[in-house]
C-alpha cells in the first residue's frame, strides 16, 4: 500500500522542480527519493532498492546550492530517464503483485498472535536432491514452494527465492530473467561453482547470495533463518529537544519521512521525564536554549546510568570547532550545523542508532541465539508478573532442556552442538508472540515467560513446539539424527514471584525428565 504513495510522491516532487527548478525543490525531490529508497531496502526489495539506489547517488551528486539549480538540460534528461526506469520497474512490481493475487479470505484470527511467515519459492529441477534443506525450512516456519523453471509466476508479496543453478546451460541468462520478473526479491543461489569469475558473474546477474557447489546444509540454513530474522525490525525512535517550535517541525518531517517516530518537546528541563516516557533512541539536542544549554542537558542526562548510551546529536548553527570539540566532550556523540541538509541529518541519525541498537543487542542479548540473555530474562519476567499483577492477569512460565545434549557435543561434536541451540531459539521466536519473554538461561536452557496464558495454555503451545522439534532431522554427514527437549510449566498467580516461579518451574522440569523426557510436566 505504501509504495504507490511514496512513487507518487516522487514523481509529484520531481514534476514541481521540473516546473520551478529551485534548489528547495529539488531538496524535496531528493527527500522523496531517499525516503523510496530507504523504504525498498527496509522491506529488502533488493532489485528496486539497487535501482533507486542509483538513482539517489545520480541525484546527491547534484545536490550543491541555491547557485547550482537549475541544473543543465542534458543533465536533467538523463535524471529524468533514470526516474521514469525506476518507476516503470515498480509499476511492473505493483502490477504484477496485484493482477495475480490471490483472493484473501478473512479468517478468524489465531488465538495467539504468531509471526508472519515468510514466503520461499524454491526454483530447482531436482527437488529431490533438495528435499532436507526443505523439511529443515518448513520446520522452522518458512512456507516453502516448489517452483518449475518454466512455471514462474506473480506474487502478492515478494517471495526469498532460493535458486538451484545446478544443470542450467545458462546461469546467467536464466539468473537475469528472474532478476528482472522479481525486482523486488532476494535471490539466494544454490551449487555455484566455487570459482571467483562464476561467483562475480552471478552477483552481476542479480544473485544477492551465492552458496558455492558443496556448503554444508546447515550453514544455508543458518544463513537463510538469519536473513528471515534481520527482517523484524522495529521503527527508530527520535527525540527533538528544541526551543523552535518551526525548527522542531521541519526536523520532525525530515525524519519521519523515514519512517523515524519521532517526539518534540521544546521545554530541555522535561527532557528526563521525556526520556522515561518516550524511550528514545536517539537524541537531538538544540545548542542553544533559553533555560538551558544543549550541553548542560546532555550532561543531566549522562547523569543517569539508563540513558548513558543512549546517542545525542547537537543541532546548531554554531561553526565554531573548537566550541564544537568541546560540546561533544561533555556528553554528545555528534555535531550538525544547521541548516541541516534532510539527507545527512537522516543518514547520521540512522546510522547512531543502527550502532546503538547493536550495542544494546550484545548488552541484553545472547550472542549465539540473539534471544534475551539469563540476566535480562529475569528482568524481563519480573516486570511481566508486575504487570500481570496489576492487571489480574494470568502468566505462565516454562523452563525447557535440551535432551541428552551432552551425547550431541560428544558424538557430533561442539560446532553442531551450537546449531541444535541455534534452531531451537529460532523455532521459539518463529511460534511464540511478540509479547512473549525468551532467553537463553543457561547452556541448552531456556525460559519461556507467556503473558496473559494459563499453564494449560502453555502447554498446548509448547507442546506442539516439543513435538515439532522432535520431528526435526538434524543433518550430519550423509545422514541425519533427531533429538527433543523436556519442559517443566508453572504459573501466576499460583507462584507470585520471579525466583518462586523459575524454581518451581525447573523442579516439575526435573521431574520430567526423570520420567523420561520428551515431555511436559505442570507445576
Ligand atoms: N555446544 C554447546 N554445548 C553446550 C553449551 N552450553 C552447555 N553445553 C553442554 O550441554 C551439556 C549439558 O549436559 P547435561 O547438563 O549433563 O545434560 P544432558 O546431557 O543434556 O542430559 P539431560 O539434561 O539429563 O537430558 C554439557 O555437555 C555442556 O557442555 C553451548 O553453548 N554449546
Not at 540473539?370 to 496489576?390: F, P, Q, W
Amino acid at each position: 500500500m505504501d509504495l504507490p504513495l511514496k512513487q507518487q510522491n516522487l514523481l509529484r516532487a520531481w514534476q514541481s522542480y521540473r516546473q520551478t527548478p529551485r534548489f528547495d525543490n529539488f531538496v524535496e525531490f531528493a527527500v522523496m527519493l531517499n525516503n523510496l529508497t530507504e523504504f525498498l531496502r527496509d522491506k529488502n526489495a533488493v532489485g528496486l532498492h539497487r535501482a533507486g539506489h542509483q538513482l539517489e547517488q545520480q541525484a546527491l551528486a547534484l545536490f550543491g546550492d541555491e547557485t547550482t539549480h537549475p541544473i543543465a538540460d542534458n543533465i536533467l534528461q538523463n535524471l529524468d530517464h533514470s526516474l521514469h526506469e525506476l518507476s516503470r520497474l515498480i509499476e511492473d512490481f505493483i502490477g504484477a503483485s496485484t493482477s495475480h493475487a490471490p483472493e484473501r479470505r478473512i479468517q478468524p484470527g489465531p488465538p495467539l498472535e504468531l509471526r508472519r511467515q515468510r514466503l520461499l519459492w524454491f526454483i530447482s529441477n531436482d527437488v529431490a536432491q533438495w528435499q532436507p534443506l526443505q523439511d529443515q525450512l518448513r520446520y522452522f516456519g518458512l512456507t516453502v514452494e516448489n517452483l518449475a523453471w518454466t512455471g514462474l509466476r506473480s506474487s502478492e508479496e515478494a517471495p526469498l527465492l532460493l535458486v538451484d543453478l545446478a544443470g542450467l546451460a545458462d546461469p546467467q541468462t536464466s539468473l537475469r530473467r528472474i532478476r528482472q520478473d522479481y525486482p523486488a526479491s532476494q535471490i539466494i543461489c544454490l551449487s555455484v561453482p566455487s570459482d571467483f569469475t562464476l561467483l562475480q558473474n552471478a552477483l552481476r546477474a542479480g544473485c544477492d547470495i551465492c552458496f558455492p557447489e558443496g556448503t554444508p546444509l546447515p550453514a544455508i540454513v543458518t544463513q537463510i533463518l538469519d536473513l528471515n530474522d534481520s527482517q523484524e525490525q522495529e521503527a527508530f525512535r527520535v527525540l527533538v529537544v528544541d526551543d523552535s517550535p518551526t525548527a522542531s517541525h521541519v526536523i520532525k518531517r525530515a525524519l519521519e519521512e523515514n519512517g523515524i517516530i519521532v517526539r518534540t518537546l521544546t521545554d530541555p528541563m522535561a527532557v528526563l521525564d521525556a526520556l522515561h516516557q518516550f524511550n528514545p533512541d536517539l537524541l537531538l539536542l538544540d545548542m542553544y536554549m533559553p533555560q538551558c544549554t544543549g550541553v548542560e542537558a546532555a550532561r543531566v542526562i549522562r547523569q543517569h546510568n539508563e540513558f548513558l548510551s543512549v546517542p545525542i546529536v547537537y543541532l546548531s548553527g554554531e561553526t565554531d570547532l573548537g566550541l564544537q570539540i568541546d560540546a561533544l566532550r561533555l556528553g554528545g556523540d555528534h555535531f550538525l550545523t544547521k541548516p541541516f541538509n534532510p539527507l545527512f541529518l537522516n543518514a547520521i541519525v540512522k546510522s547512531k542508532i543502527e550502532r546503538y541498537r547493536a550495542l544494546r543487542r550484545s548488552m541484553y542479548h545472547d550472542s549465539l541465539t540473539g534471544l534475551l540473555n539469563h540476566t535480562t530474562s529475569k528482568t524481563r519476567l519480573d516486570a511481566a508478573i508486575e504487570a500481570a499483577r496489576r492487571d489480574g492477569s494470568s502468566l505462565a512460565l516454562a523452563m525447557l532442556d535440551i535432551d541428552h545434549f551432552k551425547k550431541v557435543n560428544d558424538t557430533y561434536g561442539h560446532p553442531i552442538g551450537d546449531q541444535i541451540i541455534r534452531s531451537i531459539a529460532w523455532l521459539l521466536k518463529q511460534r511464540l508472540r511478540r509479547s512473549d519473554i525468551i532467553g537463553r538461561y543457561g547452556g541448552e536452557e531456556f525460559l519461556v515467560a507467556l503473558p496473559g496464558a494459563t499453564e494449560m495454555e502453555a502447554m498446548v503451545t509448547l507442546d506442539q513446539i516439543r513435538q515439532d522439534f522432535a520431528d526435526i532431522r538434524h543433518p550430519y554427514s550423509s545422514g541425519h539424527f533427531q533429538l527433543s527437549f523436556s519442559a517443566g510449566i508453572a504459573g501466576f498467580p499460583a507462584f507470585d514471584q520471579g525466583d518462586a516461579l523459575i524454581k518451581a518451574a525447573d523442579d516439575v522440569l526435573y521431574i520430567a525428565k526423570r520420567s523420561g523426557r520428551n515431555r511436559i510436566c505442570i507445576a
